[in-house]
């Protein structure tokens, strides 16, 4: 099975510059994770429906806590952090809502399954630049989780070319990186650098 990639904005690229990166790179990411903090939402808003316009499909797109934005704009996909909306409730208003939840334990990700999440992403995996003076969760973690939940487990930080190896010997469903996209001088190449890596390990496993 190909490790799936999901691209996470990390908030540092103005809406125009980020929108050219993600029509360039859509095509090579399974998911494009919108997490654009620090922006209001009538820009979340308006980024999303330029890149739906732009092409980027529909299925593709998550939205990180901007449930509003979200439901405004017909989406079915969001990312709820950890201090975010109770996932329970937000799935008893809206059942079809699909939901990404943060976990950083069994516990936590029984808890998800649990609440009905689509997918559980752990981390951080690695050191990482937007986690400093943190140090990383556990990777043997990851095998107790795996083994205990059936939802769909992703990991997150400090994810690089040559990490991606480590992180599918512990049958991880797939990767959200970051810095090593949005951060990179050239984040086409870094995208399709990291598709390549995933496509050559699901050959020789």
Not at 32 to 51: D, T
Not at 74 to 96: F, N
Request: glycine share 8%; proline share 5%.
């Amino acid at each position: 099975m190909v490790i799936k990639l999901m691209a996470v904005t990390d908030d540092t690229h103005d809406t125009s510059d980020l929108l050219r990166i993600l029509v360039e790179i859509h095509p090579y990411v399974d998911h494009v994770q919108i997490r654009e903090k620090q922006k209001p939402a009538g820009l979340v808003y308006q980024l999303c429906r330029e890149l739906l316009e732009e092409g980027l499909p529909v299925q593709k797109l998550w939205l990180n806590d901007r449930v509003d934005v979200a439901l405004l704009l017909g989406l079915k996909q969001v990312h709820i952090p950890g201090q975010g909306l109770p996932l329970e409730e937000l799935k008893k208003l809206y059942p079809d809502l699909r939901i990404g939840a943060p976990v950083h334990s069994l516990e936590e990700a029984v808890q998800a399954e649990a609440a009905g999440v689509a997918y559980a992403l752990y981390g951080h995996c690695f050191s990482t630049a937007s986690k400093k003076g943190k140090s990383p969760q556990p990777l043997a973690n990851l095998g107790s989780i795996r083994q205990n939940i059936r939802i769909p487990l992703y990991g997150i930080g400090g994810i690089d070319v040559e990490r991606l190896v480590s992180l599918k010997a512990l049958e991880l469903d797939g990767v959200a990186v970051m810095s090593g996209i949005f951060s990179a001088k050239d984040p086409l190449s870094a995208v399709k650098k990291l598709r390549e890596e995933c496509l050559r390990l699901d050959e020789i496993q």
